[in-house]
């Protein structure tokens, strides 16, 4: 099956646009462009339902559904449930909150594995526990490459580990990690797999209970979305964490995790990334009788085979096609700055 381009650009009202439509930004940092679906949605939710949701009057109950379609349709998508998410304003805020619901549970003396091939928001937060006496330790990247050895994870991880925090798809060097054999060494040791998937989630639709994570995170602005960060939890692992939200909040689901109110209008807008997959399955298509996931995986796949055949073939570009271990990458060629003098990665978006 080949990508209908044609009709995935006529998705994105920014290629109506004559002066956008010259372009082609491939900034990951600033995310994905729009298709209409979201676009329409939030502009819907602008205009007629910009009042508090779940209320009793029309506008009201409008704006609580459509909060809720977008909470189902997430779930969908990532053959979840929505009562295991929690939409909060960034995947940086997101994992700042569940290092300060994680920590009621963790004591002096007990490890967290952090890397330094993961962007700061899944570093910074891990390391303000050390304040309590949690001690921090650093599984790191071979200089040269960049990549992470899984057999210095497993020097690394012992009986006093609680938590190992890790990217799915590395923002700097492109690899993703093995997600899977990471996880089987982080619940063999009896540890939680805290998962950044921010870089992973634009070269793949997670099913997040094949990944086998016990908390995922990332950011739907990467996604074709709005500025929203999901964060997906095991349903036993999210019951040990310490509220966070309003006292009058902690027992919700959905809010027990996110300090503020939630961000309706951008919430709601989220129901169009089901629209948009849908609508790009049923160009390419046929079988109906497929899960949202499904037919969410399908689109992406197709868009991804031939971005990672075009790149193949234009040698202007400086590209990384091992699908096995990297994901479709553009690359300047600014790979010495990637690594500080200190052996730090760069920690950019
Ligand atoms: C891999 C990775 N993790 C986390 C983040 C932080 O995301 P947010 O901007 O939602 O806080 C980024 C931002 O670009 C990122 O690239």
């Known amino acids: ?38 676009i329409e949605r939030l502009n819907h939710f602008f205009k007629y339902t910009k009042v508090q949701p779940f209320g009793l009057f029309d506008s009201s109950v409008a704006a609580g559904e459509a909060m809720e379609a977008a909470y189902r349709c997430l779930a969908e998508l990532l053959n979840t449930d929505p009562d295991q998410l929690t ?11 569940l290092a300060q619901a994680i920590r009621p549970g963790l ?6 594995i952090v890397t330094n091939q993961d962007h700061e928001a899944n570093i910074g937060c891990w390391r303000r526990l050390s304040e309590f006496g949690i001690v921090i330790r650093e599984w790191q990247i071979d200089h040269q490459t960049g990549e992470l050895d899984i057999e210095d994870l497993k020097n690394l991880i012992s009986s006093r580990t609680r938590l190992v925090c890790f990217n799915l798809c590395s923002n700097i060097v492109g690899t993703m990690n093995d997600v899977k054999a990471i996880n089987e060494i982080v619940h063999n040791a009896g540890a939680l797999a805290v998962a950044d998937g921010v870089s992973f989630a634009p070269h793949g639709l997670a099913d997040v209970n094949d990944l086998g ?6 950011r739907t602005y990467k996604t074709f979305g709005t500025h929203i960060g999901v964060m997906w939890g095991r349903r036993d692992v999210l019951a ?51 899960s949202r996931h499904e037919r969410g995986v399908k689109p992406m796949k197709i868009t991804l085979d031939w971005l990672k055949q075009h790149l193949d073939t234009d040698a202007s570009l400086n590209e990384i096609t ?14 010495s700055d990637t690594v500080g003098p200190d052996g730090r990665a760069s920690n950019g978006a």
């Open 1 to 38: 099956m080949t990508l209908n381009l044609n009709f995935v650009r006529s998705q994105y009202p920014v290629f109506q646009n004559p002066e956008t439509a010259q372009w082609a930004f491939l900034e990951n940092a600033g995310g994905s462009y729009v298709p209409h679906q979201v």
């Open 87 to 97: 939409l909060g304003p960034s995947t940086s805020m997101n994992f700042y909150v």
């Open 107 to 112: 004591k002096a003396g007990d490890e967290i």
């Open 213 to 218: 994570d016990d908390l995922f995170l990332f």
């Open 240 to 290: 040990e964490l310490e509220s966070q939200s309003h006292y009058f909040n902690a027992d919700k689901p959905l809010y027990r995790l996110n300090p503020a109110g939630p961000q309706h209008a951008q919430i709601a807008a989220l129901a169009g990334l089901g629209e948009y997959y849908d609508a790009l399955y049923d160009k390419h298509f046929t079988d109906s009788s497929l």
């Open 322 to 335: 091992d699908m096995l271990t990297r994901a479709v990458t553009l690359a300047e060629q600014a790979a």
